[in-house]
């Protein structure tokens, strides 16, 4: 099956640090990646829909400037949480559509886990 | 508005079958997605129907009425491993998919 991969899946950063994530399809091309944001015991919100070789389209209340999102290649989608503080310690999930897939089957990452102290 | 609404939490019993549903409202439909979360994890794909009807694959089916807003997921032979949160999630007009707040399933030995 299809495989998304996320880094880094774990980090630990100082409040006001920024912090970049990727998310990779290792064997195809997406050209929308999702970017959800996930609290304890919550489902997914969606953050933003990232499109290859275009802005990023971001969801009510999510801050552009301080989630910068850049989906450079159609295999590369990178979130970055500049200026980072406590309140944006969470679990951030990527996932990636299929290019021509008939369905709207989602390939998601792993994961990645930010720990702002 | 678009809304999805399942159950907060549900129990079984190990070797048992239990049934999630989940009903939708949205601005157009491409279809409903199951997916399961274990805690800590991604989640991962279950099931996808767009055609009313019901889809087996292995232990779990997935059921969908279009006409009712309706879906549910049926997990048989349950084992402990299925402990996990199953999120059900439609898909809207524009492709964009609205998702439920999870059903927790604590499965008992």
Not at chain 1, 28 to 39: E, I
Not at chain 2, 9 to 35: H, K, P, R
Not at chain 2, 42 to 69: C, H, I, M, Q, W
Not at chain 2, 81 to 99: E, F, G, H, R
Request: net charge neutral; charged share 20%; with cysteine.
């Amino acid at each position: 099956g299809a495989v998304v991969s996320q880094h880094p899946s774990w980090v630990i950063c100082k409040s006001g640090t920024s912090v970049k994530i990727e998310c990779r399809s290792l064997d195809f091309q997406a050209t929308t990646m999702f970017w959800y944001r996930q609290f304890p015991k919550k489902s997914l919100m969606l953050m933003a829909t990232s499109n290859e070789g275009s802005k990023a389209t971001y969801e009510q209340g999510v801050e552009k400037d301080k989630f910068l999102i850049n989906h450079a290649s159609l295999t590369l989608s990178t979130l970055t949480v500049t200026s980072a503080h406590p309140e944006d310690s969470s679990f951030y999930i990527c996932s990636a559509r299929m290019a021509g897939a008939d369905t709207g089957e989602l390939f998601f990452g792993e994961g990645s886990r930010l720990t702002v102290l | 508005g678009q809304n999805i609404d399942q159950p907060t939490e549900m129990t079984a019993t190990e070797g048992a079958i239990v049934q999630i549903n989940c009903t939708y409202q949205t601005s157009g439909f491409n279809g409903l997605f199951w997916y399961q979360q274990h805690a800590g994890e991604a989640p991962t794909f279950l099931s996808y129907n767009v055609l009313d009807g019901l889809e087996e694959k292995g232990r779990f089916s997935s059921f969908l009425s279009r006409s009712k807003g309706y879906s549910y997921l049926l997990l048989k032979e349950l084992q402990m491993k299925d402990s996990a949160s199953y999120l059900c999630a439609a898909m809207d007009s524009n492709y964009q998919l609205i998702w439920g707040a999870g059903t927790k399933l604590i499965i008992k030995p």
